[in-house]
């Protein structure tokens, strides 16, 4: 197979929710442009809600005068989106695998969507450098079949 | 904008909501206020039919979370029906199944709740 050009796209919008449904129009697009199955586009769509909305309510708590910052790489192999922000940053790795038992009796919520991401998508890697550069790289591979 | 309702039945013992469109962070609120003004009314036996929800996210699937103790603890349940394999495939993925009874249609979930049709 012909190798294929790196291509990047980005979307930059205001942090917030109700700008959800267009980066998932944005993300479906181009998940389905690069060729996955529709089963695949709905993951990579998912993970990438999941991830926008994680800094929609936790680096910008909300403040819709910040910016949603989301590009993202094709080419013959994969699709990487990269979704960075500036605010306070968290340890991903602090982060326990939910234990819905224990989410149960403390009625607390977060964490699941952490936890879809990775399991939706073949890599997710964080970059964390608070109050400058947080970002998320989420990446599936055309070959692969995850979740 | 395809946005997200939600219609509610009542029958003798049992109160269904019936969810459509896209239940994110963004229309979250509304499924939200949805229980709880069913709680204020006492109402804890709850099917939750997903037959129109075209996609959840996990800020959906946290509302089943918090309300489930406290309905559970009136002696009520929340119960699932008609999800399409789409939106099941979110709730497996966080292991879901094996904290709430989900059901293929809404008489079945009705059944289990005594309701006689």
Do not use: W
Not at chain 2, 36 to 59: H, R, T
């Amino acid at each position: 197979m012909k190798k294929m050009r790196k291509q990047k796209f980005k979307l930059k919008i205001s942090s917030a929710t109700e700008n959800l449904e267009i980066i998932r129009e944005f993300i479906n697009n181009l998940a389905t442009k690069a060729g996955f199955d529709e089963e695949r586009v709905d993951q990579i769509e998912l993970a990438v809600d999941e991830a926008c909305t994680n800094v929609i309510k936790h680096a910008y708590k909300y403040s819709t005068e910040r910016m949603l910052d989301i590009s993202v790489f094709l080419d013959n192999e994969k699709m990487e989106i990269v979704i960075m922000d500036k605010g306070g940053g968290f340890n991903p790795d602090k982060l326990p695998v939910p234990n819905l038992e224990k989410y149960m009796r403390v009625a607390k919520v977060g964490g699941l969507g952490i936890h879809l991401m990775r399991t939706l998508m073949d890599e997710v890697n964080f970059s964390i450098n608070p109050g400058k550069k947080n970002q998320v790289s989420l990446v599936k591979y055309l070959s692969r079949k995850s979740a | 904008m395809s946005g997200f309702d939600i219609s509610r039945s009542d029958f003798d013992n049992v109160t269904a909501l019936h969810l459509s469109g896209f239940l994110d962070a963004h229309t979250v609120p509304v499924f939200e206020d949805a229980i709880q003004g069913l709680l204020k009314e006492n109402i804890f036996n709850i099917i939750v039919n997903m037959q129109n929800l075209d996609y959840i996210s996990s800020a959906g699937l946290g509302v089943f979370m918090g309300f489930i103790e406290e309905i559970r603890e009136q002696g009520g349940d929340i119960k699932l029906s008609n999800l399409s394999s789409k939106v099941y495939k979110v709730f497996d993925l966080l292991g879901f199944p094996a904290l709430f009874e989900i059901f293929d249609d809404e008489n079945s979930a009705k059944s289990k709740f005594g309701h006689s049709k």
